[in-house]
């Protein structure tokens, strides 16, 4: 009996559309990067749905909170996409 591994498409936040809902990829971001999410208020157990876009950043939505990001720590943080 042979058991393979889910292959995880991880990409940046940044990368994925409106409406999309994305988790925080475990372990794949700078320490000092994962401690100011969490502290920004996203969440490793909470998915996140990205609200708006713009040329500038975007907004997320975890929960009942929305966040905005601005492009260049969009594109730091990993997120595993799904349906």
Known sequence: MSFKTPVIN????ADINIG???MLCKNTMDY???K????LG????IPLQVTQKRKGGLV????NAR?????ALAQQV?????D
């Open 78 to 82: 990993m997120i595993t996409p799904y």
């Open 10 to 13: 991880s990409t940046t936040l």
């Open 32 to 34: 000092k990067l994962e």
């Open 20 to 22: 999309q809902k994305a």
């Open 67 to 71: 966040i905005a990001l601005n492009q």
């Open 42 to 45: 996203f969440s490793r157990l």
């Open 36 to 39: 100011k999410l969490l502290a």
């Open 60 to 63: 997320v939505s975890i929960g």
